[in-house]
T-cell receptor, first 109, second 113 residues
Framework: GQSLEQPSEVTAVEGAIVQINCTYQ??????LSWYQQHDGGAPTFLSY????GLEETGRFSSFLSRSDSYGYLLLQELQMKDSASYFC??????????FGPGTRLSVLP | SQTIHQWPATLVQPVGSPLSLECTVE??????LYWYRQAAGRGLQLLFY??????ISSEVPQNLSASRPQDRQFILSSKKLLLSDSGFYLC????????????FGEGSWLTVV
């Protein structure tokens, strides 16, 4: 089967650093993506990892370990506007994008 | 630049009524197209995807169907809606040159009453 696991909720304060983990089990793997979704809105693309290692984009970084079927999204210098749900997603060999259940991040003042 | 449009944005339909959601993509050719559903506060469930005109793959058996009559048009339909069909429906696309990334439309909120 295909499955992705993420923590359901994470809470942190403004200015802090938070890490959202994702483990996956899929039929084929091209890469791991991360999406952000604010309440009532559509998911928006944040980052993508095809190879092992860390990718940095501003305050956000994403890491992948293919051998461990594991990745994480790192958010630094948290801001109130970062409060949202975060989804990891895998593209498998069937050209499907399978999403994790999402992690709801609450940033407190 | 590429854009994706999805409509209607919101709709309230009675049980047993038909459904048609439409999605179009501009600025790209031969995209992969996807329909996802998201229940309130939940994850994204892949319903259908298409790699070309007339080519539809279904991920979840249900009373919904999808069609792709043109290269950049993707339609989600139902002949008779169920209460459990309520949710947030999202169309998405992946271009031949957009890497391993999909981009979502604005979404359609469906409430079946």
């Amino acid at each position: 089967g295909q499955s992705l696991e993420q923590p359901s909720e994470v809470t942190a304060v403004e200015g802090a650093i938070v890490q959202i983990n994702c483990t996956y089990q899929t039929s084929g793997f091209y890469g791991l993506s991360w999406y952000q979704q604010h309440d009532g809105g559509a998911p928006t693309f944040l980052s993508y990892n095809a190879l092992d290692g860390l990718e940095e984009t501003g305050r956000f970084s994403s890491f992948l370990s293919r051998s461990d079927s594991y990745g994480y999204l790192l958010l630094q210098e948290l801001q109130m506007k970062d409060s949202a749900s975060y989804f990891c997603a895998v593209e498998n060999y069937g050209q499907n994008f399978v999403f994790g259940p999402g992690t709801r991040l609450s940033v407190l003042p | 630049s590429q854009t994706i449009h999805q409509w209607p944005a919101t709709l309230v339909q009675p049980v047993g009524s038909p459904l048609s959601l439409e999605c179009t993509v501009e600025g790209t050719s031969n995209p992969n197209l996807y329909w996802y559903r998201q229940a309130a506060g939940r994850g994204l469930q892949l319903l259908f995807y298409s790699v070309g005109i007339g080519q539809i793959s279904s991920e979840v058996p249900q009373n919904l169907s999808a069609s792709r009559p043109q290269d950049r048009q993707f339609i989600l339909s139902s002949k008779k809606l169920l209460l459990s069909d309520s949710g947030f429906y999202l169309c998405a696309w992946k271009g031949q040159d957009s890497g391993n990334t999909i981009y979502f439309g604005e979404g359609s909120w469906l409430t079946v009453v």
